[in-house]
């Protein structure tokens, strides 16, 4: 069992910034593949990025490239840096983890947190 808890959403003006994170714990987090993924209101579950960690690589939609950015720190805390936050990104984000980087781009991942929500106004 994985359990993620995120933390950080709330409401901000285009073009502002907001900094999520996600506190990971229980199996062997570092099995999975860790990520983030949102849900708009009525919409399913889009992937947002992830990161493998025997690759050491960091994938990000393309709705999001150049504005968002993972990381994590020593703690098993990860965070989703989001920068110039448009409209169209309001929607509860989520914290995930799956055994395989496809599961995450298909909206199914193994593990997801409560989630958070990040709220946009034009």
């Known amino acids: 069992q994985v359990e993620l808890v995120e933390s950080g959403g709330g409401l901000v003006q285009a073009g502002g910034s907001l900094r999520l994170s996600c506190v990971a714990s229980?199996?062997?987090?570092?099995?999975?593949?860790m990520g983030w993924s949102r849900q708009a209101q009525g919409g399913g579950l889009e992937f947002v990025a992830a990161?493998?960690?025997?690759?050491?690589?960091t994938y990000y939609g393309d709705s999001v490239k150049g504005r968002f950015t993972f990381s994590r720190d020593n703690s098993n805390t990860l965070y989703l840096q989001m920068n110039s936050l448009k409209p169209e990104d309001t929607a509860h984000y989520y914290c995930?983890?799956?055994?395989?980087?496809?599961?995450?781009?298909?909206?199914?991942?193994?593990?997801w947190g409560r989630g958070t929500q990040v709220t946009v106004s034009s």
């Open positions: 990161h493998t960690w025997h690759s050491n690589r």
């Open positions: 995930t983890a799956a055994e395989n980087l496809r599961r995450l781009y298909d909206g199914a991942p193994d593990y």
């Open positions: 229980g199996r062997t987090f570092s099995n999975y593949v």
